[in-house]
């Protein structure tokens, strides 16, 4: 949450913690913690607590500061030349994650999609209780347990269709779980105590396995980083977890998103805390594009357009893309690329084969930038993506003439369009979206994309930027003239976007369907009114 001094025009009043819109994780009302929780966890659990929760709240006050400076004008920039940039460090990269030409993701929560990334062929899977599904205990609990099992080759889901019981088939799959991000808490677990919920996330599922019977170490996907400094937190969890489990600390390894502006600048000072585990580093594109908007949100040279007209190549994504494959191929690590939004659908040919073709567009883009592989969500990508990589990987490649400090904040000048419409998309995808967590899933498929938290939050601070610079940057309605975006215009589109979707005869002939979409209208709105962008 940023402080006064950093908000938009149009904020009205401060944001308190317990006003906001969106709740923290909490333990329900008679939960019995001694029974509901693992025999011993708690036990387990307290000295990590100890060791680590006030450093996560230190990181957490250092974003902040970070967050109010580059709106005042400082921004983030490279750091100076240390030991993590000059030395000749290399990681020995282990053969079982050497292929990783294409990484499948999905809410861990729902088994059924569990099972069939892990049996699509994908040679990873990242199994997710962070973005993709609702931040509830209920869902929580649900995703770790159905990590466990899949982890132990014991998950199965009922297939109605068929009438049967499928399983996950044996293969080399490498999976991968994400925790929840150092920005999030967890109330409940101990008496008067908010914890990290990456500690809980990450403690609970490390508790619980048993390493002897892994078919390879234990693996994370570190998300939300801000900072080289944060690693170590990451870097001194693992390793008081296989202290206390009696495993080697390499028992325990990693990759990391790269999904906020600062971190870019420093994606090799992060690696080398982490050399002891990490495997590579990821482009989260879409929450890098949130966090890109939200560092710049006080320049109107930063009002994006409508962003389906952003094309992906735009030199704010291209320099990043060529930068992390540089990084990592100089210390053996794997780079890999990120999600593309447009999904495939069995029921729509036309719709499927310009998933197809954008897919395979992109994840070319991304190999012919170095990356060794790519992220999908979806069973069908996996072959298309695959092919795009000439070889398990490329970590021979270094690209010739490198800038090693490429500029990471050319301004999208002439990039796509800045429209009513897309304002009004925007609005219509945000409250269809905060219905869906409403409901209990955190990602949905709209219009052909697959929205998750990541591009809600997109969403979210265009809406603010277009709001913040009203009277400096043209966004035109359907004629060619200019509209104002004033907050009388976004809570009237809230308005007409809420009846339209009312209207819809699903939603007209379900009451309970109705007061949801209002309630996520509310939601909505209210968090770009309080300036609520982190993701949560």
């Known amino acids: 949450m940023a402080t006064a001094a950093a908000l938009p025009k149009w904020f ?3 944001v308190l913690f317990s006003n906001r819109a969106v709740p923290v994780n909490s333990v329900p009302e008679g939960f019995d913690l001694r029974s509901g929780l693992p025999m011993g966890f708690l ?3 307290a000295p990590l607590h100890a060791a680590l929760t006030l450093r996560q ?3 957490l006050a250092r974003r902040e500061r970070a967050m109010v400076e580059a709106h005042a004008g400082k921004l983030p920039n490279y750091l100076p030349p240390s030991v993590a940039t000059t030395n000749s460090w290399r990681i020995e990269l282990p053969a079982w994650c050497a292929d990783q ?3 499948m993701t999905g809410p861990a929560d729902e088994a059924e999609l569990v099972v069939k990334m892990l049996n699509s062929g994908a040679p990873g899977v990242m199994l997710d209780l962070e973005d993709s599904i609702a931040n509830s205990w209920e869902h929580t609990m649900c995703g770790i347990q159905n990590v466990l099992d899949a982890l132990s080759g014991e998950l199965t889901y009922y297939d109605r269709k068929r009438e049967k019981t499928v399983e996950i088939v044996p293969s080399k799959t490498v999976i991968f779980t994400r925790p929840r991000g150092l920005h999030l808490h967890q109330e409940g677990v101990l008496d008067g105590e908010l914890l990290p919920a990456a500690l ?13 019977k892994l078919k390879h170490p234990l693996c994370f996907y ?3 980083s801000e900072a080289a400094d944060e690693a170590l937190w990451w870097r001194d969890l693992f390793q008081m977890i296989a202290r206390a489990k009696g495993v080697p600390a390499n028992s325990i390894k990693c990759m990391a998103l790269v999904e906020s502006h600062p971190l870019a600048y420093q994606m090799e000072e992060f690696a080398w805390n982490l050399r002891d585990h990490i495997l590579g580093l990821n482009l989260g594109r879409w929450d890098y594009m949130a966090s890109l908007i939200h560092f710049n949100l006080e320049n109107p040279e930063w009002v994006l357009p409508d962003r389906n007209t952003i094309p992906h190549n735009v030199p704010f994504f291209q320099n990043f893309r060529e930068l992390l494959p540089e990084i990592c191929h100089k210390h053996g690590i794997l780079a890999i690329g990120g999600m593309t939004a447009l999904f495939p659908s069995r029921e729509n040919a036309e719709l499927n084969a310009r998933a197809l073709k954008v897919l395979a567009e992109d994840k070319k883009n991304e190999a012919t930038s170095l990356m060794d592989g790519a992220w999908t969500g979806h069973p069908d990508q996996n072959a298309i993506a695959v092919a795009q990589f000439p070889e398990p990987n490329q970590l021979a490649g270094r690209p010739q003439n490198q800038d090693t400090h490429p500029n990471l904040r050319p301004t999208p000048a002439g990039v796509g369009k800045r429209t ?11 409250i269809r979206y905060r219905k869906g967590v409403l409901n209990g899933k955190g990602a949905s498929l709209l219009d052909g994309y697959m929205e998750d938290l990541a591009t809600d939050r997109i969403y979210r601070l265009m809406i603010a930027q277009r709001l913040n610079h009203s009277s400096s940057v043209e966004i035109l309605d359907e004629a060619g003239a200019p509209v104002r975006h004033t907050p009388e215009l976004i809570s009237r589109i809230f308005d007409e976007e809420l009846e339209r979707l009312l209207a819809e005869p699903a939603n007209a002939k379900d009451p309970q369907a109705a007061e949801t979409l209002r309630e996520a209208r509310r939601i909505s709105e209210e968090m770009i009114r309080l300036h609520e962008f982190n993701p949560a």
């Open 43 to 45: 036990e387990f659990l």
């Open 222 to 224: 570190i998300p939300k």
């Open 101 to 103: 030409r294409n990484q």
């Open 200 to 212: 809980f996330d990450v403690a609970m599922v490390a508790y619980q396995v048993d390493f002897g």
């Open 420 to 430: 009513v419409e897309g304002t009004r998309a925007a609005i219509r995808t945000v």
């Open 12 to 14: 009205e009043q401060p």
């Open 57 to 59: 709240r230190a990181l």
